[in-house]
């Protein structure tokens, strides 16, 4: 029997409102996994780039994309203040692309092939895909601020490659299981 069908299991942590800490908060929501992104903006003439790993589809119709952004981080306000964004979906080879912009030692643009998306926003070709959007909608969201897109262009790079998993703090790949519904 697998183990989330067991009738009975221990919790490794339990904790209610009041009582969650950052780190009973990051243990638990770190058994989710994620996949990788790059959200790119214009500053003037300046690529710009944050790694963010809650991109998620949002809306079809209309098409809206979103993701969460520290209320406190430097790198957004100066995207946002262009009106637009593109998202770039990073492939499971590219974590020294992840680590170049997440700890931008050097400039992380060196060596990094870019292009203009339709709203001025780099694409990254060597990712898997991209969606540029213009700014639909910023909501406050505790610490974060929620960002909602709207679709301008969608581009799947058709580079082959399998995009990022983020879990626990570890890039990894996707593996897959069963098919959907079987
Ligand atoms: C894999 C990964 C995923 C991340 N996802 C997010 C995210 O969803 N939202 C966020 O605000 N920061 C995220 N970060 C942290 C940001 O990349 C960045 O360090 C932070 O927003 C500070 O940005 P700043 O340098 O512009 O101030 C992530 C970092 C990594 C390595």
New binding site residues.
Partial sequence: MAASQQEHQQDNLEVRRGDITPEAYRQVLGRFP?G?TLVTGMDGDEPLA??????VSVSMDPPLVG????A?????PRISAGGSFCVNVLADDQADL??A??T?DGDPWEGTGWVPALTGSPVIPSCVASIDCSVFDVMEAGD?LFVVGEVVNLRDHGTGGSPMV?LGGS?GSFGPGAGLGS
């Fill in positions: 994620t990788v944050v790694v963010i790993g809650s991109f993701f969460l952004i520290g406190d981080a430097r790198t957004w992840a680590n912009f997440f931008r974060h983020f890039y």
